[in-house]
């Protein structure tokens, strides 16, 4: 999903904005024939991500910038630990350090955060996914990171599955027809390979949903002992997937109801940034 032409894009434009007309402290300062060797430090313990894109920062603002990566993305770590090393001229090191740490130490908060969920429910069947609740833009970026800390990815955009919400099932039974009938005819429109999933927030709007023959039912906001009779209900008949306020408290419980998929906002909108450093010394 993140590819090489996507990063260098979205680095490109974040260099820009943060240099738009150069780097003038570093072109005053700094002599130009100095020569730069760095190393990315972890302040903290946790999970790698954006190896590529921290590369890419420096690579795209010169090439003569040479970056090793001492650890790979989905690679757990202490503090204290290298994960990467920087050579190259001085000026240009030190213009792309701010872009090359603040994609990386948001790409690994989110890992390191998505690690703490699946480590949480790692004793039963239940995968942890994430949502559309993610950065204008950096889309592709989060949700690489979210796979850097074993989980998985949701829906990658609209364009990508049939999700039908309540304000969806307002509309296309507006007519009276039954829920069941609406879905049953909206499905008939659609191409065979394109995934069907349905939000309920009731115990009581789950048979018409089924009989519907939906892929995956969405049991939205449910209390604990409801997704357990949701889960029963339900009986193998489709995916289930939970959602609505979860947090590393909750998560656990709600993996034990038997639901498959876990879809967890936080893992993209409530991440903190990992603390990451750039320890730089200068050769003149």
Known sequence: MLTRAQIDRTVAAALEEDAPWGDVTSAYLIPAESVATADLV??????????????AAFRLTDPAIEVRLHV???????AGTRLASVTGPARAVLTAERVALNFTQRMSGIAT???????EVAHTGARIADTRK??????AFERHAVRSGGGHNHRYSLSDAVMAKDNHLAVLTRDGSSVTMALEAAIARLPHTTHVEVEVDRLDQIPAVLAAGIGTIML???SIDDLRTG???IAGRATIEASGGVTLDSVRAIAETGVDVISVGALTHSAGALDLGLDLRIDT
């Open 42 to 55: 972890a302040r903290q313990t946790g999970v790698f991500s954006g190896g590529e894109v921290f590369a």
């Open 72 to 78: 790979e993305d989905g690679e757990f770590f202490p």
């Open 113 to 119: 955060l998505t690690n703490l969920y699946v480590a």
């Open 134 to 139: 993610t950065t204008p833009g950096l889309r």
């Open 220 to 222: 939205d906001n449910f």
């Open 231 to 233: 889960v029963a209900l």
